[in-house]
């Protein structure tokens, strides 16, 4: 009864005084959706970008060479599979590489990003097509290569979300494969890819270490941490410099998480944009608050009446506190309406070249997490 009589009370003297009202529940509006539209953004392109399952345990690894300042260094096939042969911390280990792919055919031709990978390349992501299947080991084979994996994008923009896609043929790079599977709509790895093949592993290529060119991600088994994988790594690659001292000489690798490794590159701009907005929503409660005071100042009179009218302190500081939780709740909720505003203008300022580079960009938008951050 008291708290329903205390939110009544505060209702009425909020109404009763539109000016300080409006100002302060403005004020606050605005440095919260502020913050909303950018912790938007960090939940959707720094805390989980990508929509893999099980994400803590999809690792990338990269070739490092302290003598030369390289530490992210692409990776060669002969390493990558003694790791593999080697190594016991890994569910999946798979290899991928660039691949500019033209596809013709089809009106008008396209030159589009491709990757070749290895069979367990989307078993290493925990990921599987939406229609058709993944790859075989067989067709890592030469001459049994020639199949091709799309994704949502690409099966949606040039052949209109075909439903029977799947088994019928495209011509990349002038050779005709068959397509075996399409990608779920969000899938977007490595950034900016449209269509994978199998990579095909001729004996030359198993044994060149020289051609540091490929990429590699893996999935760590149950239990097992970066740091004892990353051990693992460094007693492989110390034998592997021994064996082969003449190119693998002061070479060694390293394991990343594949969030921390996929968004470094934009991660810290993001995080100072994060700080700023924060400034932002501490100069208006600072703001606010001056209202309140100010406003608490001129009702002296009211407060000693209710004292004498034997109302305790504590009453008088619930009520007061009331009247702060509500001008707080209308600011946030009208601040989620304007972080929602905000989250739409992200998106609309160059939503191709954004999704092509930054995999969380599709998932950005008002969800749970972000709906509790701003609560």
Request: net charge positive; glycine share 8%; aromatic share 10%.
């Amino acid at each position: 009864e008291s708290l329903r009589s205390d939110i009544n009370y505060a209702l009425r003297n909020l109404w009763k005084r539109p000016g300080f009202t409006l100002v302060a529940v403005l004020t606050l509006a605005i440095g919260i959706g502020a913050n909303t539209a950018i912790f938007s953004a960090i939940n959707a392109l720094l805390l989980k970008p990508l929509p893999f399952p099980e994400l803590d345990r999809v690792v990338t690894i990269w070739d490092k060479l302290p003598s030369r300042g390289l530490d992210h260094n692409e990776v060669s096939l002969a390493n990558y599979l003694d790791w593999q042969a080697q190594g016991q911390s890994y569910e999946q280990l798979a290899l991928y590489r660039w691949w500019s792919a033209s596809l013709t055919g089809i009106d008008p031709p396209e030159r589009i990003q491709g990757f070749l990978v290895t069979a367990n390349f989307f078993d290493a992501l925990g990921m599987k097509p939406i229609m058709g299947r993944n790859f075989t080991s067989e067709e890592n084979q030469p001459g049994k290569d020639a199949v091709a994996i799309i994704t949502h994008s690409l099966w949606q923009r040039r052949f209109g979300g075909d439903p029977n896609i799947v088994n019928k043929t495209i011509t990349v790079n002038s050779v005709v494969r068959t397509v075996v599977g399409v990608m779920p709509e969000r899938f977007n790895f490595p950034k900016g890819s449209e269509v994978y093949a199998p990579l095909a592993l001729t004996p030359q290529v198993i044994k060149n270490r020289v051609n540091h060119s490929y990429y590699v991600i893996g999935r760590l088994k149950p239990g097992v941490s970066i740091e004892s994988s990353q051990a693992e790594l460094d007693n492989i690659t110390a034998r592997l410099e021994q064996q082969y001292p003449e190119v693998n000489k002061g070479w060694g690798a390293t394991v990343y998480p594949v969030v921390a490794d996929t968004v470094r590159h934009y991660d810290t701009a993001l995080w100072v944009m994060m700080g700023a907005v924060g400034f932002v929503l501490l100069i208006a409660c600072a703001n606010v608050a001056n209202l309140m005071l100010a406003r608490a100042s001129g009702r002296q009179k009211e407060i000693a009446l209710r004292a004498a009218l034997g109302a305790s302190r504590w009453r008088i500081i619930r009520q007061l506190l009331t009247e702060s939780v509500i001008v707080a709740l209308i600011g946030g909720a009208l601040g989620v309406l304007i972080g929602f505003w905000g989250i739409d203008a992200l998106r609309a300022s160059n939503p191709a070249e954004a999704a092509k580079y930054a995999p969380g960009w599709y998932q950005l938008g008002l969800n749970f997490t972000v709906l509790a951050f701003t609560l």
